[in-house]
């Protein structure tokens, strides 16, 4: 008894002690439970794979991965309503402009990769828009001076103002759904369009890290106001009551018409239509440039994607106005190397994949630009000579402090969202849509319930660069979808959105699964780092060494060895600046195993 009685006691003082706050302060047990979750409770355990990852999605009739639950099982229900994979991307697609405005929307560009397994092809689609006709790159920059002396902008602005009409160029996605639909569709684009009319009209409820993004943006769009030549369009169509939050219901009735308008009358109804002519008059109206025979002009491409061998897979991307060939040459650089001999967390390997990534940026910066109007050496930069050229200039040890670009062979022959569809038949599509920075420039046609794109931010302003603006062009783009075969069957079709983290993104997700066999879940899962500064493919330069962020995954030694390698570091926690993955990848008995994004709302539905 005196032994029980002492143990009592024990615990008494114990409970009373954990109980006490700085000086002995008493707390409730409340606030020691919130003090607990505050500091962190871990997660939970798993019979098999990685504790911090998750189970791969399988499914063998169809599938669908997208940064929203509500979009991939729209997809889902038109691949079960007779739809090919084409037909659920788009009906995903215009859900998520609806659910993810924050990413995407049909006021920017689309850019595809699709598997068709009748003909046994990979087919490129790049539907980028031009800048309009009507104004000369003489003419920006009188604009750009006038916004400066206005004190619109600031006044060491060096680019192309991220907001208002300046940045504006052709929305290219209706026509690039259209053109994906009249060649590998089924059901009528007005069955296809139907359920984000159908959510556009009723309503859904907004997803937590939309939400978070709805509130950056209008932070944005508040900061940056005297940019913006018309805000109350977009406050009505997105911000009546301030950013929409978690759970609330959200509408568009607007978008809903535009969207049965496009499914009634078809593509020419935006490019040459009423909902052109709506386009024209609201830049007239607010001292815009784009104009109804800029949208008439436009026609996307259907383009050879490139690629490169990567220890025997067959790694495919779009090629330039793109930034797609910078993560086929990330990945000749890297091929020279066997990563595998150290851990994945290791510093070696991160400093290989950063100084790839620096490499290969550079080559971004000088070359990478509208292929219609400048000479771009494609074949040269995919070359392995030109890639084992390039490793060589990494000092296995140390972080350069400055590269420069090379000299491939010229030979004669270019804010977001991400998703993939695979049908039964076996077509997967590889798409990706974006307006920009955010949600745009934060101009909304009167009645349309769309955002324009900022793409137009990316031009130069040098004349001599081979991106430089000028009328009807293409700008350099950031969004970039992926594939890779094997042995001349499809293997993978992903993506990960994120401007510049695409690339380096699309490499660290193939090393993760080529090099160190992890599962498709966890290959995006793991932690990921981003590396930011060097040249620019716009001009505006950031220091040559630059910055490596990392998420909290990667170990302390690693960053701290790092550094001594002469790598600037900093932690970043919140996920934001590290991109969004999904993925489908073919087994070899024909089903699909999927993965979807952690850093986002997004789902792997399947059946």
């Given amino acids: 008894m005196r032994y029980c009685t002492f143990v009592a006691v024990f615990l008494s003082a114990l ?72 037909d659920a991307a788009i009906a995903a697609n215009a859900a998520l402009g609806l659910m993810e405005p924050t990413g995407n929307g049909i006021g920017g560009d689309i850019f595809f990769i699709i598997w068709d397994p009748e003909t046994e092809q990979l087919y490129g689609y790049n539907g980028s828009g031009r800048a309009p006709e009507g104004r000369s790159l003489d003419d920006l920059k009188a604009r750009i001076a006038g916004l400066k002396a206005a004190g619109a902008v600031p006044e060491d602005l060096e680019g192309i103002p991220s907001h208002g009409s300046l940045p504006v160029t052709v929305p290219g996605t209706v026509d690039g759904w259209f053109a994906a639909h009249d060649r590998f569709g089924r ?122 061998d990567y220890r025997g897979y067959d790694v495919y991307e779009l090629p330039p106005n793109g930034q797609g060939f910078a993560a086929l040459q990330m990945l000749n650089i890297l091929k020279n190397v066997d990563l595998a001999q150290w851990p994945r967390a290791s510093a070696e390997v991160f400093h290989y994949l950063v100084e790839a990534k620096r490499l290969a940026f550079e080559d971004v910066a000088r070359y990478y630009a509208d292929p219609s109007a400048a000479e771009v050496p494609l074949a040269g930069l995919l070359s392995d000579a030109y890639g084992r050229e390039r490793f060589s200039l990494i000092d296995p040890a140390r972080a350069t402090a400055a590269f420069g670009p090379g000299e491939p062979a010229l030979e004669s022959d270019g804010d977001t969202t991400y998703l993939t569809v695979a049908d039964g038949d076996g077509m997967m599509v590889s798409l990706i849509q974006s307006n920009y920075r955010g949600m745009g420039t934060g101009l909304v046609a ?83 780092i981003n590396h930011d500064g060097g040249r620019q493919p716009t001009g505006v330069h950031g220091d040559p060494l630059g910055t490596l962020a990392v998420e909290p995954g990667v170990p302390a030694a690693t960053i701290k060895r790092l550094e001594a390698m002469g790598h600037r570091v900093e932690v970043i926690e919140d996920g934001v600046r590290f991109g969004g993955y999904q993925a489908i990848m073919r087994l070899p008995n024909g089903a699909y195993a999927g993965a979807t994004e952690k850093r986002k709302d997004g789902t792997v539905a399947a059946y």
């Fill in 15 to 86: 409970l009373a002690a954990c109980a006490a706050g700085p000086a002995g302060k008493m707390r409730s047990m409340d606030e020691v439970d919130a003090q607990g979750a505050a500091a962190g409770l871990g997660g939970g355990g798993r019979p098999v794979g990685e504790a911090w990852s998750r189970s791969p999605v399988y499914g063998a009739g169809g599938m669908a991965a997208t940064a929203q639950p509500l979009a991939s099982q729209v997809a889902i229900d038109v691949l079960k309503a007779g739809g090919s994979a084409i």
């Fill in 187 to 308: 059901l009528p684009m007005a069955d296809v369009l139907a359920p984000a009319v159908r959510y556009a009209r009723e309503g859904f409820p907004v997803s937590p890290v939309i939400a978070y993004y709805f509130q950056r943006n209008l932070d944005g769009f508040e900061k940056r106001a005297a940019m913006i030549e018309e805000f109350d369009n977009a406050r009505t169509t997105y911000f009546t009551d301030g950013a929409p939050k978690a759970g609330e219901l959200f509408r568009n009735t607007d978008l809903a018409d535009t969207l049965e308008t496009l499914g009634r009358e078809g593509r020419d109804a935006f490019y040459e239509g009423e909902l052109a002519r709506t386009m024209d008059a609201y830049f007239k109206r607010i001292g815009g440039d784009l104009r109804y025979a800029d949208l008439a002009a436009h026609r996307g491409e259907w383009v050879e994607p490139g690629h490169v």
């Fill in 446 to 528: 009167d009645g349309l319930g769309f955002m324009f794109q900022d793409r137009g931010e990316l031009f130069s302003l040098d004349p001599a660069h081979p991106n430089a603006y000028a009328p009807g062009k293409r700008p350099f783009h950031t969004i970039i979808p992926a594939f890779v075969m094997k042995d001349g069957e499809p293997w993978l079709s992903f993506g990960l959105m994120g401007g510049a983290m695409q690339p380096q993104g699309h490499v660290q997700v193939l090393v993760n699964l080529i090099d160190y066999g992890m599962n498709v879940q966890e290959a995006g899962d793991a932690a990921r």
